[in-house]
């Protein structure tokens, strides 16, 4: 099995900055995309960023500029710089990864950001 473990949660006011880690417990080769979600209470899990073995990414138009996801050369940690966080943005951050050969993606337990105004 794989496990992913997130860290670099926490609390900033308005207009912080943070920095999320995932690290993979499996070699890098066989990760095909790697992508970060939040859940607030009450919400849906959405989608905040991904990332493709290519390199290519993708944002959610709320984070768009502001977070910027990448991964480390063995490509088995994989990153979130968030700057100029809002209130809004407070939510668990999950890590999520697709990886060969399971048919299933992996999730991480999160790690809670918060941000207060």
């Known amino acids: 099995q794989v496990q992913l473990v997130e860290s670099g949660g926490g609390s900033v006011r308005s207009g912080g900055s943070l920095r999320l880690s995932c690290a993979a417990s499996?070699?890098?080769?066989?990760?095909?995309?790697m992508a970060w979600y939040r859940q607030a209470p009450g919400e849906r899990r959405e989608l905040v960023a991904s990332?493709?073995?290519?390199?290519?990414?993708n944002y959610a138009d709320s984070v768009r500029g502001r977070f910027t996801i990448s991964r480390d050369a063995d490509e088995s940690t994989m990153f979130l710089q968030m700057n100029n966080l809002k209130p809004e943005d407070t939510a668990v951050y999950f890590c999520k990864a697709a990886v060969v050969p399971y048919p299933d993606v992996f999730w991480g337990r999160g790690t809670q950001v918060t941000v207060s105004s």
């Open positions: 499996v070699n890098a080769f066989v990760i095909n995309v």
């Open positions: 990332i493709q073995r290519d390199g290519s990414t």
